[in-house]
């Protein structure tokens, strides 16, 4: 089937008692049993939901898996991911990352004896060379959160089997309908579900999804065992919101690259990242990796002066974190996401206390570059 046919339809069923066309929310946290060890399939709501197996089931379709695990929130997903390795075990990982991604990482795994090395992961000999006798993950991020630098996925995934690491991407940047990184030979992808796939800033949520049986039963014991299992009622409002992930995604990326070109053209920021421009140093690998360039875009006004006058004058644009909401938001990475990166890691990435970061939403496109356009005037 089509993405968007899918979107509408995978992992959904009319409900068996009433017909009803939408997944009910199956709010309970347990199930009567027939009698002593005959039950219909469902035990305890931590362990079995079928409002968030049909959620598992359609993203999973939608990202070409065979495995959905859903949890909690995207950091929840991404510890699970951890429980691949243990104690003395060593992780490459994209040295420009969700900083909630570093924040685990960095200064909460490391006390578990874990090890990682941050590489620049667009330069795939930088993965060559950072690969230990112990190394047993690659954790890539592609476009990376906010400089928006790409890894070649399928040379990642290549060089990964060659040595017998699991690789993992998080796709939440790209969502599904953009990029699909298991086609391209990796192990395993991660979405916070909070951002583009559910796109109403109403839901905190995680997903992993891959096509590895063992995986699938390790994460899935996790996710029982730990129980960082989102709500019914979450599960229910990201499952009606993949049904629209296809238009919205267009409308993002529409708006994402005129207003790009805008501030690039304008002369108003010295500084544009966007996947979509030509200027931008992986903009050739976009177009074959990427089926559209996202509704993200990072700029660098020039001084600290300038990004607060735009981030206190906006008015269509909301100053928040997060991200991939039908709404824009405007955010200040060195301040906000990545307050916990050290400031000389965050500059020697271009992450500067002048940049800002844009998640486009799916307003008219003229409202917010005349937002911009005032603000700054």
């Known amino acids: 089937m089509g993405f968007s046919t899918d979107a509408v339809h995978a992992g959904q069923i009319p409900d068996a ?45 939608l990202e070409k ?12 997903a991404t510890q699970a991911l951890l429980s691949l390795v243990k104690a003395g075990d060593h992780i490459i990982a994209s040295n420009n990352v969700y900083g909630g991604t570093y924040r685990l990482f960095e200064l909460i795994m490391k006390d578990y004896g874990l090890d ?11 993965i060559e060379k950072a690969i230990r006798e112990n190394t047993k993950l690659v954790f890539l991020e592609t476009p990376t959160n906010p400089m928006l630098n790409l890894t070649n996925l399928k040379g990642a995934a290549e060089i990964c089997k060659k040595n017998n690491l699991n690789s993992i991407v998080d796709n939440t940047f790209m969502s599904p309908y953009f990029q699909n990184p298991l086609t391209l030979g990796c192990d395993i992808v991660l979405h916070s579900t909070t951002k583009y796939i559910n796109g109403h800033s109403d839901v905190i949520g995680g997903i992993v999804v891959t096509n590895d049986e063992k995986i699938h039963e390790r994460i899935r014991y996790i ?46 920021a010295e500084k544009v990242y966007y996947p979509g421009l030509k200027s931008h140093p992986h903009h050739e690998l976009a177009k074959k990796q990427m089926r559209g360039f ?6 660098d006004f020039g001084s600290v002066e300038k990004a607060k006058k735009l981030l206190k004058n906006v008015k269509v644009f909301t100053l928040a974190e997060s991200l991939g909401g039908v709404e824009s938001l405007i955010s200040h990475p060195a301040s906000m996401t990545h307050a916990s990166v050290p400031k000389e890691d965050r500059e020697k990435m271009g992450l500067t206390d002048s940049l800002i970061r844009f998640s486009v939403g799916i307003e008219d496109v003229e409202d917010l570059i005349a937002d911009i356009e005032n603000a700054l005037g």
């Open 116 to 126: 990682f090395s941050w590489v620049d992961t667009s330069d795939l000999s930088n």
């Open 17 to 61: 008692v009433t017909g009803a066309v939408i997944t009910p929310i199956y709010q309970t946290s347990t199930y009567a049993q027939e009698e002593l060890g005959k039950h219909k399939g469902y035990e305890y709501g931590r362990t079995h939901n079928l409002t968030r197996q049909a959620l598992e089931k359609n993203i999973a379709v």
């Open 65 to 76: 898996g065979k495995y959905g695990i859903a949890f909690a929130s995207g950091l929840a």
């Open 294 to 299: 996202g509704g993200m875009i990072s700029a």
């Open 223 to 268: 996710q029982n065992a730990i129980g960082a299992v989102p709500s019914p009622f979450d599960c229910w409002l990201v499952l009606r919101s993949t049904k629209t992930l296809a238009v919205r995604m267009e409308k993002h990326n529409q708006n994402a690259t005129e207003l790009a070109r805008f501030l690039s053209e304008s002369g108003l």
